[in-house]
C-alpha cells in the first residue's frame, strides 16, 4: 500500500472560459505586479488586490481564488484580499486553493503548494501599526508617521498545509509541510512538519 506522499497526482482541476477571463482582466489591470505561472480559477467575485509601490503577487498554476458566496459548499464571510506594502511580495505555490482569505505582506508572505485555507483565515506578515503609544496617538490624529518602524517578519506556509476556519498566522511564523492548523486557532511562533496545531497561542496537539 502506497502512501500518498509516495503517489504522483496530476491536477484534475478545469479551469473555465469564464475563469480565464477573469484572470485576464487581473493581469490587464496589474501588469507586471501580477505574475500567473499557470491557470488561475477564481471563482465567484474578483479577488481584491491591493498591489502599491513595486509589490508583486506571484501565482502558481491552479490556484483557486474562491469568493462564490452562492455556489461554494463553505461558509464564506469574505471575498479573497491579497494585500501588499510597497515592496511586500505574496508567492502563492501551484494547486493552492483560498476561501475567503485575507493575505497582507508587508515583506514577504509564501504559501507552498496543495493547500487549503479556509474562510475568515487572516495571514499577515506586519503589526500594523507602531508598538510605541505616542507614535499610535500621533497616526490615530492624521500625523504623518514613519511606518518603517512597524514590525514585519516574513510568513512562510509549507507545502499540503491546511488552515481551518477563522485562523489568524501572525508574522514571523513557520508553518511546516503537511501540518493541520485547527479552526479559531492564533499561530504566534513556528508548527513543525506533520502535525495537528490547535489552540491560542497554537501549539502542536498530535502527530500525523
Known sequence: ?????????????????REKVKAWR????YGKKVVLKGALKILGQQP??????????????????????????????????????????LEIGDNTMLNGVSVTAYEHVTIGKNCHIASCTLITDTDYHPLDPATRERE????????????KK?????????IGWGCTILKGVTIGDNSVIAAGSVVTGDIPANVIAAGNPAVPKKKI
Open 1 to 17: 500500500m502506497f502512501c500518498m506522499t509516495e503517489i504522483q497526482l496530476t491536477n484534475q482541476r478545469t479551469v473555465s472560459f
Open 26 to 29: 487581473l493581469k490587464r489591470k
Open 48 to 89: 481584491v488586490f491591493k498591489l502599491p509601490g513595486t509589490s508583486r503577487i506571484i501565482l502558481g498554476d491552479r490556484v483557486v481564488l474562491n469568493s462564490d458566496f452562492i455556489h461554494s459548499n463553505t461558509a464564506l464571510t469574505y471575498r479573497c484580499t491579497l494585500v501588499c506594502g510597497l515592496t511586500g511580495i
Open 140 to 151: 490615530v490624529l492624521g500625523y504623518g508617521i514613519d511606518h518603517s518602524i512597524v514590525k
Open 154 to 162: 516574513p510568513v512562510t506556509i509549507g507545502n499540503n498545509v491546511w
